[in-house]
């Protein structure tokens, strides 16, 4: 195994191009050369063009839109890695798809990101490593090292840099789901927690049902680690407004942002939202409300 900068390579696979650039700037290393083409039926394609044997080797690849299309580039890739003797080869996932399908809801129900994590496993890799996951507990689902990140750190720091004085703060969660890294955000922050009860009468539609905490007056914050629909933080921002919270601002680690989620956000009460960089949004998704700052740590 080689643990020094000399013998690593950083591979950018279609999703995720320009952070896998950051990433190697920061490392002062180059991209590794490859090729990512399509045969004419849609098939894919995949070239390395340097060598890779015996090297530590990140592959960086979102399973995001289009899933099906990102998830069997890795997988592809993670082969071709294998066959060409790659040292060790690490599946680098910032944000990984199909996690919501973790357990049997219902009688005859897949478990898809069990499923995935075999697929990952099958082809090759040594490692994975992604952030904010839908359900910590996917960790477990990898017969090999899976290194979860947290963005709940990196939105900490923001937001102390934002506000010059935390005292008229508080966090919300909007949801029950989201309790744990909501409370964990509350207490980063130093400020008290409050939570929008809500049900999910179908997949990507959420209501709201109760509220508990007290807003009344105070700049709200919302956490959760992905924003699909668009639905959730909408729905609790509106809820959080109408409890008498004088601004809210929500943090999303991923931006899905599928269907009518950016005109949802446009039309919300959210002043901003601020997400990570897990995805790329495209140009036309970039409204004023949408943050994608530069964090330096």
Known sequence: MYHYIGNKKIFALSANQELAGEIADHLGIPLGQSEVTRFADGEICMRINETVRGIDVFIIQSTSPPVNDNLMELLIMIDALRRSSAGRITAVMPYFGYARQDR??????????????????????????????HCPQLQGFFNIPMNHLLGVITFAHYYKNLFNDLSNVVVVSPDLGGLSDNRRFAEMLGVSLAIVDKRRPSNDVSKVMNFIGDVKGKDAIMLDEVITGGGTITNAAKAVKEQGARAVYACVTHPVLCGDSVRLVEESALEELVVLNTIVVPPEKRIKKLKIPIFVL
């Open 104 to 133: 049997k809801a219902r009688s005859r129900d897949p478990i898809s990101a069990k499923l995935v994590a075999d697929m990952i496993t099958v082809a090759g890799a040594d490692s994975v490593l992604s952030m904010d996951l």
